[in-house]
């Protein structure tokens, strides 16, 4: 997505709800966690086929353009480009993406608190009010045996923060959108898929001798 506001007001935040449940219904993906910002959508989504979420965001991103031009008066687009995403390993990097996301507000200055943000999963996880849109993951619910044990363990782990390595990371595989996860993961991954899902170094790779260059 490029940077200009994709949401003008809470009509607009509504609207896109509405359409990722529909959408993610209709596909059959699951939405774990969610954030709405001024500017860019992060989304945790989970689908048994393949292809689904690449139907499913195709469908939400066309009808939600088209409404919203329609409502404000404009015209083109609001998406640079297809979305970004990454294959994550729910066994080691679920809890910590999810935390990822629920704490964009906060990194972006925008609240002081997670939950201070409206448009965000971390109600649900904290316990705070019930969430129509999410489907809990299975690391969530392991967290403890009753809504409360859960919600008291989340915060917890929310609160713990992403520290700087952590953040670097997530970053640079949605960035690059590369398989975010332990090794044994990343192989199973590039013998499935016969490509390389490893991180591209930062920067212009070096020329070899003979390349030519400005």
Not at 47 to 70: H, L, T
Not at 174 to 190: C, H
Request: net charge positive; charged share 25%.
């Amino acid at each position: 997505m490029n940077r200009c506001a994709i949401f003008l007001d809470d009509d607009d935040r509504h609207h896109y709800r509405r359409l990722l449940r529909e959408a993610c219904t209709r596909h059959a993906v699951l939405v774990h966690a969610y954030v709405l910002m001024d500017n860019h959508v992060h989304l945790l989504l989970h689908a048994e086929q393949a292809g689904a979420v690449s139907r499913a965001m195709r469908a939400i991103g066309q009808a939600y353009v088209q409404a919203f031009n329609q409502r404000h008066g404009r015209i083109g687009t609001l998406w640079q480009g297809r979305y970004k995403s990454s294959l994550v390993d729910s066994e080691a990097y679920a809890l910590r993406v999810i935390r990822y996301i629920e704490l964009n507000p906060v990194r972006a200055a925008m609240v002081d608190a997670p939950e201070a943000h409206r448009w965000s999963s971390v109600h649900m996880h904290l316990g705070l009010r019930q969430d129509a849109l999410l489907t809990p993951h299975v690391l969530y619910l392991s967290l403890g045996d009753t809504p409360a044990a859960r919600a008291h363990a989340y915060r917890a782990w929310l609160m713990s923060g992403t520290d700087d390595e952590e953040l670097t990371r997530i970053r640079a595989h949605i960035a690059q959108e590369k398989a975010l996860g332990n090794p044994r993961f990343q192989t199973m991954l590039e013998k499935t898929l016969n490509r390389s899902v490893d991180l591209k170094p930062r920067g212009r790779p070096a020329l070899s001798k003979g390349d030519g260059g400005n």
